[in-house]
């Protein structure tokens, strides 16, 4: 009796199970898991000195606009009394 070949294998025959497949492959994605947890963590990281440098910036732009908008008073007041 012919048998047909179904995936590569004929299909009165149960597959096999191969512990040593399952294991390299659940440590593969074990180290992948690891690899993408460091990288998350630097990522945050960098963000996070991101956002400190941009709210520093910010915070300096906004002394900026203040002392502007004062010596644009005084230039002004200035500008009245002359």
């Known amino acids: 009796?012919?048998?047909?070949?179904?995936?590569g294998?004929?299909?009165r025959l149960a597959p096999r199970f191969d512990s040593a497949v399952i294991l390299t492959s659940a440590?593969?994605?074990a180290s992948a898991a690891g690899t993408i947890s460091?990288?998350?963590?630097?990522v945050f990281e960098?963000?996070?000195a991101q956002v400190r440098t941009l709210d520093r910036a910010?915070?300096?732009l906004?002394?900026?606009?203040?002392?502007l908008k004062e010596t644009?008073?005084?230039a002004t007041s200035v500008t009245v009394s002359a």
């Open 1 to 7: 009796m012919a048998t047909r070949k179904i995936n």
């Open 9 to 11: 294998r004929e299909s």
């Open 27 to 29: 440590r593969q994605v």
């Open 38 to 42: 460091r990288v998350s963590d630097e």
């Open 46 to 48: 960098g963000a996070e």
């Open 58 to 60: 910010t915070s300096g």
């Open 62 to 67: 906004n002394e900026m606009a203040a002392s």
């Open 72 to 74: 644009a008073h005084q």
